[in-house]
């Protein structure tokens, strides 16, 4: 039986202020993503689009689950990360 899961990471910096979700099968990544973003480096926006990937990711486990049987995989990798959020002084 196949097993699902799935993993956010930050953004890279060239896409903004918030987090890519990848997909999993039995531990090899399915060529698609989403990007959860925000426009600022308002931390509670950047956790609130944390919250839509994960809920997104948990949401497709459960799909794929129901479609095609399986398991699933380990909870995400990832979690919010302070690095991302460093702010700067205005200058």
Do not use: H
Request: glycine content about 8%.
């Amino acid at each position: 039986m196949p097993r699902y899961s799935f993993k956010i990471d930050p953004c890279p910096p060239e896409e903004g202020y918030g987090w890519v979700l990848r997909y999993f099968e039995d531990d090899w990544e399915i060529p698609s993503y989403e990007i959860f973003a925000s426009p600022s480096e308002d931390a509670w926006i950047i956790q609130q689009e944390f919250e839509n990937a994960q809920f997104t990711g948990e949401l497709w486990v459960e799909e794929m689950i129901a479609e095609q049987g399986g398991d699933i995989g380990a909870s995400p990798a990832s979690g919010p990360s302070n690095t991302q959020l460093s702010f700067k002084p205005d200058e």
